[in-house]
């Protein structure tokens, strides 16, 4: 299991030399108007899957890389004393201990080797992790330790299908899913319009995202509350 930890440190890294962070900046329309979609995504999932209040939830992120995500939750109501951060990636985690509050919590290292006698959470988050994960049974025994921390449920968010520019991810569809969580109830969204046709779109006008990403099968990734029943 440590190689496909050292694996994913290796595809992280070749990410980086291709300048992933630039393609992907915020402030790009692309970029931007997909963040707020997947943010009006979550507080459909806050309201239709029974979350709210969500002062009082505990919440630990799986590969939390700078800790945007974890900003996103604060920016909804979560409260840091509440928020916990996992991350492989030593200088990802060193960057989330630089901005995110002293109260949100971070846990370097292996996710497969939490301590479930830590503590649990409420809410277990995992953000486009699983499709950086190529070996099979690395991605059930993190799935499965994911399951044994949470209280609540496991907030899923990644892309169903594979890169054919990029061999270093692999999609992890929807039946995929329910493989590595059979004793779950799943609710699940079809969100964000693939990001190359949302580039391109973009380039012309910003509001043309919204225009085709009415057509739900050019929409890349899911959300999916995968919840204990």
Known sequence: MTNECEAVQQRYARRDMKNWTALYSPL?????????????????????????????????????????????????????????????????????????????????GDACRIDPSAGTFDIILQSTVFTSILDGAFQRKLADRMWSLANLGVLWYDFTFDNPRNPDVRGVPLRRVRELFPEAQITSWRITLAPPISRLVCRIHPGLYHVFNVFPWLRTHVLCWIAKK
């Not at 919440?59 to 004393?81: A, Q, T, Y």
């Open 28 to 108: 790009l329309p692309h970029s931007y108007l997909s963040m707020q979609e997947k943010e009006r995504a979550l507080i459909r999932w806050i309201y239709s899957c029974g979350i709210a209040p969500v002062e009082s939830k505990t919440v630990l992120e799986i590969g939390c890389g700078s800790g945007n995500n974890l900003l996103d939750l604060m920016r909804l109501g979560f409260r840091p004393e509440n928020l916990a951060g996992n991350e492989l990636l030593k200088d990802r985690w060193e960057a989330a201990r630089r901005r995110l509050p002293d109260a949100v919590r971070i846990i370097p």
